[in-house]
C-alpha cells in the first residue's frame, strides 16, 4: 500500500486584491456552485496553498480515504445528520448537521498547518464518514486520539475496522507517535468491536465520568501501541 503526503503551508502578506480572490475561491468552494454554503470565518491570517500537491490517498478493499473536497458538503451532511451516530461521538459533533456545518469543518481541515491528519472516508464516491487523529501536546505529545464515524447505511461491512487499521498504521509512519487510542461510550459496543478488530485492546474503564444527552456514561479507552527499531516500525501491539 502507498502513502503519499505532500502539504505545504505558508502566512503570507496579501494585498487586498488577492484576499478578494481567495475569499471569492472559498465561496464558490472551488466548484463553481455558488449556492453551497460560505464561511462564517472573516479570519484572514493564514492561507494554504494547495495549487500542485500530491495528497494522501490510501485505496482499500471498496472504500478510499482521502483528503475533504468541499465537493463532500452533502454527501457528508446526508450521512453524519444521524441521531444515532450523533450520541456516540463528543458533544461538539453538530446536530442536526446540515451542509453548512460539513462546510466549516471542511475549511478548518483545509487551514490545518502541516501533514493530514483529518480525512474522508469514501466509499462509491461519496464521502460517507470521517476519521481522524490528533494530540494535546505537552507531556502528551508523543499519543494521540483517534476519532471516527461513518454513515450508517455502511454499518456491519467491514469497512470502519480497515479503515481504522490504515489510519493507524499512516498516523505510526508519518508521526512520532508511541501510542494511539480512541475513547468509546458503553454505550457503543459496535465501535469497541471496529477498534478491537483493527489491533486496539482495552487499557482502562473510567465509571461515569462522561455525560451525554442527560446520560451518565462509563467509558472505555482502547489503546495501540507503536513499537520502534531503528527507523522501523511494528504497529498494532496492545498495550500490556
Known sequence: MKYLCMFVAFKIKT????????????????????ELPRSTSGADEFFILQGKKQGVRIEGEGYVIREFSYSDCESLAENADN???WNN????????????????YISMVKAMP???????????GKAVGSIGFGSEGDVERVTAEVGYWIGEKYWGHGIM???????????????????????????????????????YRQEAVLHHPTKSSAVFLTIFII??????????????????
Not at 461521538?89 to 466549516?104: C, E, G, R, S, V
Not at 502541516?114 to 474522508?120: S, V
Not at 522501523?232 to 501491539?237: D, G, K, R, T, V
Request: charged share 25%; net charge positive; proline share 5%.
Open 15 to 34: 494585498n487586498k486584491s488577492e484576499k478578494g480572490e481567495i475569499r471569492k475561491n472559498l465561496t464558490t468552494m472551488k466548484t463553481g456552485k455558488t
Open 83 to 85: 441521531n444515532k451516530i
Open 89 to 104: 461521538l463528543m458533544d461538539n459533533f453538530p446536530h442536526p448537521y446540515t451542509k453548512q456545518d460539513a462546510f466549516d
Open 114 to 124: 502541516g501533514k493530514p491528519m483529518r480525512f474522508a472516508i469514501e466509499v462509491e
Open 161 to 199: 475496522s480497515k479503515v481504522l487499521e490504515d489510519i493507524t498504521e499512516y498516523a505510526f509512519q508519518n508521526f512520532h507517535y508511541e501510542k494511539l487510542y480512541t475513547i468509546v461510550f458503553s454505550t457503543n459496543p459496535a465501535s469497541m468491536h471496529v477498534s478491537q478488530k483493527a489491533g
Open 223 to 240: 489503546s495501540v501501541r507503536c513499537v520502534s527499531t531503528g527507523k522501523f516500525y511494528i504497529p498494532f501491539l496492545s498495550l500490556t
